[in-house]
């Protein structure tokens, strides 16, 4: 069994459902230690949602303003099993059936974390003295609020003038083989809760009410759409066009008599970095004033889009994958959110890379065996390529 398997195994056997670390982080952060890496733990959030964040780093050699930082980013806390009696086997006791590894977070994302460690562990066994100065960020609150987690470190670092040259995120990534896709960028998440009002009043006399449903369907009508045509942006290189969905619509007290008095819209904006949330907040400001709504709206804007164009780190895990696998991967900003909004705030050069993710979140979570040591020796190969690229 390979170093990385067996670490893999031991942080699965951590029932580390968010926010409980479980001991993960302490598991980590010892064997970092012994490679030299100063710890520091970062407590944040209420007394009955704690969250435990880790940030390591080992200074590489030379003058401190010449070393480049690059750091792997993770999370130890998984989401919940769902139903136990559903798993083929417990969820937190790791178990091997047809070549792979089932447990819950094998792919999202405790085989990735398993794989930053050894792969710094042989990066520094063949380099003992490297020009790089490496870390590594985890936190517990991803699958959560993510209130008190990475966006925590970061803002800390940043306070403190630390800097990220270069960041790795072990998110799955991952569409059928290991290395076959990275995220070199995601889109922006934004969410309005639209209030639009009306008067209540017996169904048998409309005249005496006003119907906030009937009063916002043309609206919707339009916002629809200027979806559908993928007009609330252009695509780029990069990104495809802006994407407006409605998650919710609730209006009534469920009398099937009564006029509603108000019409509450839950909808959601994935952006480009062709939009900003101002600019989509004043397209649908727009479209509701045009057609005269009384309403509120109320706006959260869950993440930035960021983009890693090609250059130095993209270029390394490209060659990486083509020199341990075959593989030409492909480069893509698809899919949800992901901590590395917040990284890509101190950040310039950020991808994300992991592995195969058609299990993550699901009933037996699974990883084929065979991968896990391929993604640590993608990510020691890819430290190789950046410790060259110091003296370039």
């Known amino acids: 069994m390979s170093r990385t398997l067996q670490l893999a195994e031991q942080l699965i056997?951590?029932?580390?459902?968010?926010?409980?670390?479980?001991?993960?982080?302490?598991i980590?952060?010892?064997?970092?230690?012994?490679?030299?890496?100063?710890?520091?733990?970062?407590?944040s959030g209420p007394a009955d949602f704690r969250v435990t964040n880790l940030w390591a780093v080992r200074p590489g050699a030379g003058e401190p303003q010449a070393t480049r930082t690059v750091a792997f980013a993770g999370h130890t806390d998984v989401v919940p099993t769902g139903p136990l009696e559903q798993?083929?086997?417990?969820?937190?006791?790791?178990?091997?059936?047809?070549?792979?590894?089932?447990?819950?977070?094998?792919?999202?994302m405790k085989t990735s974390l398993a794989a930053f460690v050894v792969a710094i562990e042989d990066f520094l066994a063949t380099t003992p003295d490297p020009r790089l100065t490496l870390a590594l960020l985890l936190t517990s609150d991803e699958e959560g609020p993510a209130l008190d987690g990475t966006v925590v470190v970061c803002n800390t670092l940043a306070a403190r003038g630390e800097r990220i040259d270069y960041c790795i995120v072990g998110e799955p990534t991952a569409v059928e083989r290991c290395g076959d896709m990275i995220k070199n960028g995601r889109r922006g998440t934004m969410?309005?809760?639209?209030?639009?009002?009306?008067?209540?009043?017996?169904?048998a006399y409309p005249h005496l009410a006003k119907?906030?449903?009937?009063?916002?369907?043309?609206?919707?009508?339009?916002?629809?759409?200027?979806n559908a045509a993928g007009g609330w942006d252009a695509a780029n290189a990069y990104f495809q066009p802006t994407s407006w969905q409605i998650s919710n619509i609730h209006a009534g007290t469920g009398a099937s008599n009564i006029i509603p008095g108000a019409?509450?819209?839950?909808?959601?904006?994935?952006?480009?970095?062709?939009?900003?949330?101002?600019?989509?907040?004043?397209?649908?400001?727009a479209v509701l004033d045009t057609h005269g709504l009384d309403y509120t709206l109320a706006w959260t804007i869950g993440g930035l889009p960021f983009l890693t164009t090609p250059g130095e780190l993209v270029g390394a895990?490209?060659?990486?994958?083509?020199?341990?696998?075959?593989?030409?991967?492909?480069?893509?900003t698809s899919g949800g959110t992901s901590d590395a909004r917040f990284i890509a705030k101190i950040c310039k050069q950020v991808v994300e890379l992991g592995p195969v993710?058609?299990?993550?979140?699901?009933?037996?979570?699974?990883?084929?065996?065979?991968?896990?040591e391929q993604l640590k020796n993608i990510y020691k190969r890819t430290l190789d390529r950046l410790e060259t690229l110091q003296g370039v």
Request: aromatic content about 6%; some cysteine; hydrophobic content about 35%.
């Open 191 to 203: 969410s309005g809760k639209l209030t639009v009002k009306g008067v209540q009043g017996h169904i």
């Open 263 to 285: 019409a509450v819209i839950d909808f959601n904006f994935r952006f480009s970095t062709e939009s900003t949330p101002e600019s989509l907040q004043q397209r649908v400001r």
């Open 87 to 108: 798993w083929s086997s417990h969820p937190f006791t790791p178990t091997h059936r047809d070549g792979k590894l089932y447990g819950r977070g094998a792919c999202d």
């Open 317 to 332: 895990v490209q060659q990486a994958i083509r020199d341990e696998t075959g593989i030409e991967t492909e480069l893509s």
């Open 28 to 43: 980590l952060g010892e064997r970092l230690a012994r490679l030299g890496f100063r710890l520091e733990s970062i407590e």
């Open 13 to 26: 056997s951590r029932p580390s459902v968010t926010p409980d670390d479980a001991g993960c982080q302490q």
């Open 357 to 372: 993710n058609a299990s993550i979140h699901k009933i037996d979570e699974h990883i084929t065996v065979a991968e896990i």
């Open 211 to 226: 119907n906030p449903i009937h009063a916002f369907a043309p609206a919707l009508a339009e916002l629809v759409a200027i």
